[in-house]
């Protein structure tokens, strides 16, 4: 069992115990980042002279080579380490011998776990705004495609009005922008650098944190050190970001469930992206879109469990923190995972535009737009809300739509009623009428439309 911290201790940790309390397990996902921060620190040393041109070259050479023994996986991190920490400077030792052990000056386990596991989150949030932006182009090419396509827009998941499918769509835009842009707050806030904090008080030594954070692509660094090695403000935030993002996904794949179902039949899910029963061979099932909805629950659990880790750890560093690795990392890869395979299932989707329109039309989403009608024409609101309702337990009755109603028969109602109002109540006046800035009429969609696309471009950009 190899460990760096033996000197105070006259027994050797009981195994049991000794398992319990390593991290090498898990750990071992950021090497990378754990040696880019030690060449950090040790290119720092050199500079503050604390350590000598040679030992600087022969250190960052040697951890360079580490690193790449590793990834070529001729070295392998094996749990003969506690740690990620501890197998680095092992081999560094190993390779150097004294001139190894000279890796950790000016430094604790506390501020290099702090500086790893920041890195590794850093990376994450760019890369989940990057399967962002991803599924935001496809979700944007289907907006562009189908400012005219007309289906019912639901309240209550019962047929309210009739919308567009650029318009449903672009709500989720909406969502996914938001996320992206709560993903750049995080990074915002997050990147500041606690290397050097040392255990929790600092060092003695002359170190320049400001060169450390400037090398490792931080604004600068973390201005306390007690909060700099107990800070995980900024993992709860992204692991709270991450549960927003799997819920909007969740009732986009609630959406496409139910859109994909025989009573609705709106979309076909590609072959790719379903599978079939293994005793109906009728059944072609939405298993991503069930499997994102359902893992979402999983992403909650990785934030309740490090909120609830940290709610009771006073000041500074606290083994309980090391917690705040495993479930974080599944969440992480989950997240990634669902956006990358939900944006290949809506990329490939097919939208039956025929049958969305027919639901529009059979639904009576059109009501409204007939008591605007008689509005119009002088009758009170509350008024017309019920001379339509009467028309469309008419429509119940004889199972028609408005639409089909004769202009005797809508005038036996309410004889406000004239020839116009057919062309008042079709499915693309009542759309393509409400032109106010976020309505689905083809002018506002086409304006909004624009701007996204603008802003999607800046964003990659910059």
Known sequence: MAQLWGGRFTKETDKLVYQFNASISFDKKFYRQDIEGSIAHVKMLGKQ?????????????????????????????????????????????????????????????????????RLFTRQEVLHTDELLAELLSVILKIMEAHTETIMPGFTHLQKAQPVTLAHHMGAYFEMFKRDRLRLGDIYERMNYCPLGSGALAGTTY?????????????????????DGVSDRDYLIEFLSACSVIMMHLSRFSEEIIIWNSNEYQFVEIDDAYSTGSSI?????????????????????????????????????????????????????????????????????????????????NNGFTNATDAADYLVNHGVPFRDAHGIVGQIVLFCIEKGIAIDDMSLAELKEISPVFEEDIY????????????????APGKAAMEQVIAQERAWLNEKKQG
């Open 280 to 360: 109906m061979p009728q059944k072609k099932n939405p298993d991503i879109a069930e499997l994102v909805r359902g893992k979402t629950g999983r992403v909650y659990g990785a934030l309740m469990s490090l909120l609830t880790a940290m709610k009771g750890i006073p000041l500074a560093y606290n083994k309980d923190m090391q917690e705040d690795k495993e479930l974080a990392f599944d969440a992480m890869d989950t997240v990634k995972g669902c956006i990358a395979l939900f944006t290949g299932m809506l990329s490939t989707m097919k939208f039956h535009t025929e049958t969305m329109r027919a639901s529009a």
């Open 49 to 117: 002279g604390i350590l000598t041109g040679e030992e600087t070259d022969a250190i960052v050479n040697c951890l360079g080579e580490i690193r790449g023994d590793v990834e070529a996986g001729r070295l392998a991190i094996t749990d003969e380490y506690e740690d990620i920490h501890s197998f680095v400077e092992a081999q560094l030792i190993k390779r150097l011998g004294d001139t190894g052990k000279k890796l950790h000056t000016g430094r604790s386990r506390n501020d290099q776990v702090a500086l790893d596991m």
């Open 423 to 438: 062309e008042a109540i079709s499915m693309e006046t009542c759309v393509n009428k409400r032109l106010t800035v976020g």
């Open 206 to 226: 002359p170190l320049d944190r400001d060169y450390t954070a400037e090398l490792l692509g931080f604004y600068g660094p973390t201005l306390n050190s007690m």
